[in-house]
């Protein structure tokens, strides 16, 4: 059995490396495509921001001539500056189940990163904390949600048999949402003292382009609310430039809540989407002729829902700001009758999000883990 490896350089290559999943888990109820035209953005040295300080190397996999297994190599100089690292990202891997085939996509990324003076190994991860991050290694019979890695279970077996470890664990729950249960008079009286007390007041929009005002800010609320988490590099302007083109016109005012101070400055807010999972398996990972019908779709009479990201203002963060949030998503739930809710991931030790479960039927359902290795 011979196992032949190929670097991505042509347009064709590179379609071929971003179809090979629609290949390998064709059938598979559980597994979400990304949308092709996002890949080729993302992936595409000359349209990603994120290549003003990243290099990146992509492989193909062939077993006997047919293709078998993708791999990205990824060196993120940003991220290994500031953690004063060495490393080289793994991400966009699949395989077959064949250890052969992951041991030459493994093997030809830490040969190149020994080329390049580095010494460690880590992921999957991405570009950014907005690429898919972490192997699942819990929760395959769960639905993925869109911008989510799903993989086989027979993935973290080759990982671990290469000899690598755990770096750091992301946890995901599924919510009941019960308007009874979610005590909003209570959660209206907090909301509202909070909001007082602290001069803050929600902002209030119909359309989406009434926001694009406070869309920087929100980036830059980010990069100052998460820069000390796992992995984290702080966004620059020309990524931040991007996300907001990208993304500001698919998302639905009601579920985006902003807090401003009294300067109407952003100081927190949560991201929540009307669940696309479905819509994003029946497009295909298409938008067009027909793809964006069913996304239009999901965003209308949805019972099912998303949360992607939240934020809140360091020096306001444990004085209650966070119920002024969950108010005014507990409001847009209970118009839109919303049943579930899937978190997306958490790192296990965020005890303070994971605590907003515990008054809700929740379960814990999917796990996914970054692993590193020394090279």
């Not at 460690?120 to 192997?135: A, N, Q, R, V, Y």
């Not at 048999?161 to 959660?187: H, L, R, T």
């Not at 938008?287 to 203002?313: C, E, Q, S, W």
């Amino acid at each position: 059995m011979s196992i032949s490896l190929k670097e991505v350089h042509s347009k064709s290559d590179l379609k071929k490396f971003i179809r090979f999943p629609f290949l390998l888990y064709k059938g598979n109820e559980n597994w979400v495509p990304p949308l092709i035209f996002d890949e080729l953005k993302t992936l595409g040295k000359d349209k990603n921001p994120a290549f003003d300080f990243c290099e990146a190397k992509y492989w193909l996999a062939y077993k006997n001539d047919e293709l078998a297994g993708r791999i990205a190599g990824i060196i993120n100089h940003k991220y290994n500056e500031k953690w004063n690292q060495k490393s080289v990202r793994f991400g966009w891997i699949d395989f077959i189940d064949d250890p052969e085939v992951s041991d030459a996509l493994i093997g030809q990324v830490v040969a190149w990163a020994k080329e390049k003076g580095l010494n460690k190994i880590h992921g999957p991860l991405g570009f950014t904390d907005f690429d898919g991050e972490g192997m699942l290694i819990e929760g395959f019979n769960e639905l993925s949600t869109f911008g989510s890695i799903y993989n086989y279970s027979y993935y973290p077996e080759h990982i671990e048999k290469m000899g690598f470890e755990k770096d750091a664990d992301w946890i995901e729950f599924s919510v009941d949402f019960d308007p009874d249960v979610a005590g909003p008079e209570k959660v209206s009286r907090i909301a509202e003292a909070v909001a007082q007390r602290n001069q803050l007041h929600l902002l209030k929009v119909k359309k989406a382009k009434e926001m694009l005002p406070y869309a920087r800010d929100i980036f830059y609320l980010i990069n100052e609310a998460y820069k000390d988490l796992f992995g984290f590099v702080e966004l620059t302007d020309r990524q931040i430039d991007m996300y907001v083109k990208a993304y500001f016109g698919f998302i639905k005012p009601g579920y985006v809540p902003i807090i401003l101070d009294r300067n109407n400055k952003v100081v927190a807010f949560g991201i929540t989407m009307p669940s696309l999972s479905k819509a994003i398996q029946k497009s295909k990972g298409k938008l067009f002729p027909f793809g964006f019908i069913h996304i239009l779709r999901a965003m209308n009479n949805n019972p099912d829902v998303d949360l992607y990201l939240t934020a809140v203002k360091p020096e306001l963060q444990n004085k209650g700001v966070n119920a002024m949030l969950i108010n005014e998503v507990n409001n847009v739930f209970v118009r839109n009758k919303i049943k579930k809710v899937e978190t997306n991931r958490e790192l296990e030790e965020n005890s303070k999000i994971q605590a907003q479960w515990r008054f809700f039927k929740h379960r814990l359902h999917k796990r996914r883990r970054c692993y590193k290795k020394l090279i």
